[in-house]
T-cell receptor
């Protein structure tokens, strides 16, 4: 059973470009969480999605960031007009159900570098 | 909002020795989960151990055990017989039992070095 797959592993973008990060949850998982990790810091929650729904986006910056989890295909975290401060590792985690005792499985992250 | 504090940015332990990593948290809730995750240089987040707040017995996983003090809101991780492969960042995390948006709240991490 494949784990949570994130791609690309590394992504380099120039300031002003768009970044699209993909996350394929584990088979049978319909809940996806996105986290951001700045250098030498812990993971910060960004957004929680179920299939076709955003459940909690309290950690998402108000501008330039968006996320989706369509009925078919991976979850996408999209960052428009990237700035140097967006450089970070972005992690996706999935779980089979929403309650607090459901196991969270993390992907290996995408490291975004903005030049 | 819940907060998780790890007051030790770095720790060092000799191989085969025991080390304890500290974690405190702040919450007004009575039911929740606590976790320790390990992040090696590969960046992968690996679940080390977890503890349900309503369970008084401290969780144990092989060489890893926790000291959960609910009243003190403390959740420390003890690593026994340390191995070189234990070298990594360790993150403490909190997960609320309330509602359905059960996100994890992480501390800032402790970098563990293991020396020969």
């Amino acid at each position: 059973n494949a784990g949570v797959m994130q791609n690309p592993r590394h992504l380099v973008r120039r300031r002003g470009q768009e970044a699209r990060l993909r996350c394929s949850p584990m088979k049978g998982h319909s809940h996806v969480y996105w986290y951001r990790q700045l250098p030498e810091e812990g993971l910060k929650f960004m957004v929680y999605l179920q299939k076709e729904n955003i459940i909690d986006e309290s950690g998402m910056p108000k501008e330039r960031f968006s996320a989706e989890f369509p009925k078919e295909g991976p979850s996408i975290l999209r960052i428009q007009q990237v700035v140097r401060g967006d450089s970070a590792a972005y992690f996706c985690a999935s779980s089979p159900w929403s309650s607090y005792n459901s196991p969270l499985h993390f992907g290996n992250g995408t490291r975004l570098t903005v030049t | 909002a819940q907060t998780v504090t790890q007051s030790q940015p770095e720790m060092s332990v000799q191989e085969a020795e025991t080390v304890t990593l500290s974690c405190t948290y702040d919450t007004s809730e009575s039911d929740y989960y606590l976790f320790w995750y390990k992040q090696p240089p590969s960046r992968q987040m690996i679940l080390v151990i977890r503890q349900e707040a309503y369970k008084q017995q401290n969780a144990t996983e092989n060489r890893f055990s926790v000291n959960f003090q609910k009243a003190a809101k403390s959740f420390s991780l003890k690593i026994s017989d340390s191995q070189l492969g234990d070298a990594a960042m360790y993150f403490c995390a909190y997960r609320s039992a309330a509602g359905t948006a059960s996100k994890l709240t992480f501390g800032t991490g402790t970098r563990l070095q293991v020396t020969l």
